[in-house]
């Protein structure tokens, strides 16, 4: 069975195109979970009551994108779930395809599929690919691939400890926090990509991310840099080998201070641009490795003094 966590927030007319696009799945076994976020225009809410297998859940206050997500991934009891935005819509087919994957796949930890974008003049097909192999190298893999959020919409395995997939966001607005939640699906397990565009991303004026393009310069590169982090922090508490954590900081540097736009959004290096001259990129770059390194080595109880230097860093 699989549960489909919509996280809501002043929803207008979105929410009836997703359910719509819901109800129409081959796959029945479902159920959705529907978290209205801040008890914002309850009445436009009644209506999808009447929906098989809806229910709507009225927070009391505010609790934006990422603890609105986390509250319904907390009450997920069935061996599957999923991450359905509120204004993008799915084909007939995409959760049969995706539960058929992992059910042929034990060693997979989540399934998505390719997203087609609509709302914007070069709607074009983002897609992703395969992160397998052992737990070393699905780590590596994330690292080095530009995966703009795709399987944040998978279909996930739930996890024993339903915390583990839990979204991890930060004070920077959660910029990027649907990224750093990809490090979590490559610790569960394999993640499996379908080439098939079965899933549609509505872009408009009201998506979150595109309040991000205009976020001051120096906001933003410090975000790129705490989302680069906290994939490292999540890498490291899977390893024991010293050996290993030291390949993660080299990794994390990589991504962070890259000029390739396959690593690094292309806003996040005129942002860089911005503010800092390429030899003092160069000059950053080796203080976060040495401030990360050293981070890692004392696992949970360097964190506090990572995030310090990362402050002080921007």
Same mark, same amino acid.
């Given at each position: 069975?699989?549960?489909i966590?919509?996280? #809501?927030?002043?929803?207008?007319n979105?929410?009836?195109r997703?359910?719509?696009?819901?109800q129409?799945?081959?796959f029945r076994?479902?159920?959705?979970?529907?978290s209205?976020?801040?008890g914002?225009?309850?009445?436009?809410?009644e209506?999808?009551r @009447?929906?098989?297998?809806?229910?709507i859940?009225?927070?009391?206050?505010?609790?934006?994108?990422?603890d609105?997500?986390?509250?319904l991934?907390?009450?997920?009891?069935?061996?599957?779930?999923? $991450?359905?935005?509120?204004?993008?819509?799915?084909?007939?087919?995409?959760?049969? #395809?995706?539960?058929?994957l992992l059910?042929?796949?034990?060693?997979?930890?989540? #399934?998505?599929?390719? $997203?087609?974008?609509?709302?914007?003049?070069?709607?074009?097909?983002?897609?992703?690919?395969?992160?397998?192999?052992?737990?070393e190298?699905?780590i590596?893999q994330?690292?080095?691939?530009?995966?703009?959020?795709?399987?944040f919409?998978a279909?996930?395995?739930?996890?024993?400890?339903l915390?583990?997939?839990?979204?991890p966001?930060?004070?920077?607005d959660?910029?990027?926090?649907?990224?750093?939640?990809?490090?979590?699906?490559?610790i569960?397990?394999?993640?499996?990509?379908?080439?098939r565009?079965?899933?549609r991303k509505?872009?408009?004026?009201?998506?979150?991310?595109?309040?991000w393009?205009?976020?001051?310069?120096?906001t933003?590169?410090?975000?790129?840099?705490r989302?680069?982090?906290?994939?490292? $922090?999540?890498?490291a508490r899977?390893?024991?080998d010293?050996?290993?954590r030291?390949?993660i900081?080299?990794l994390?540097?990589?991504?962070a201070f890259s000029r390739?736009?396959?690593?690094?959004?292309?806003?996040?290096?005129? #942002?860089?641009d911005?503010?800092?001259?390429q030899?003092?990129q160069?000059?950053r770059r080796e203080?976060?490795?040495?401030?990360?390194? @050293?981070?890692?080595?004392?696992?949970q109880?360097?964190?506090?003094?990572?995030?310090?230097?990362?402050?002080r860093?921007?």
């Amino acid at each position: 069975m699989l549960t489909i966590c919509i996280p #809501a927030y002043r929803p207008q007319n979105f929410l009836e195109r997703v359910l719509v696009s819901v109800q129409a799945q081959t796959f029945r076994d479902f159920r959705v979970v529907i978290s209205n976020d801040g008890g914002f225009e309850r009445e436009s809410f009644e209506p999808f009551r @009447r929906m098989a297998n809806v229910r709507i859940h009225h927070q009391p206050g505010r609790l934006g994108w990422v603890d609105n997500a986390n509250w319904l991934i907390r009450r997920v009891k069935t061996p599957y779930f999923a $991450i359905l935005p509120q204004d993008d819509t799915i084909e007939p087919d995409y959760y049969a #395809a995706l539960v058929d994957l992992l059910e042929k796949t034990p060693a997979a930890g989540s #399934a998505c599929t390719a $997203i087609q974008t609509v709302g914007r003049p070069d709607a074009d097909v983002i897609r992703s690919q395969n992160v397998i192999g052992d737990l070393e190298d699905r780590i590596s893999q994330v690292f080095r691939m530009s995966y703009a959020g795709v399987s944040f919409r998978a279909v996930n395995r739930t996890p024993a400890n339903l915390r583990d997939l839990t979204v991890p966001g930060n004070r920077l607005d959660n910029m990027f926090a649907d990224s750093t939640w990809i490090m979590r699906q490559a610790i569960q397990g394999e993640m499996l990509y379908l080439d098939r565009p079965l899933y549609r991303k509505l872009y408009h004026s009201g998506n979150t991310h595109m309040g991000w393009l205009e976020t001051p310069a120096r906001t933003l590169a410090l975000a790129w840099l705490r989302y680069c982090q906290q994939m490292a $922090i999540h890498a490291a508490r899977s390893m024991v080998d010293e050996t290993q954590r030291e390949v993660i900081g080299d990794l994390a540097c990589e991504r962070a201070f890259s000029r390739d736009n396959g690593l690094r959004p292309l806003a996040v290096s005129r #942002a860089f641009d911005a503010i800092w001259s390429q030899s003092e990129q160069d000059l950053r770059r080796e203080r976060m490795k040495t401030a990360l390194w @050293r981070s890692l080595q004392q696992g949970q109880g360097g964190c506090y003094t990572w995030r310090k230097y990362m402050h002080r860093l921007v």
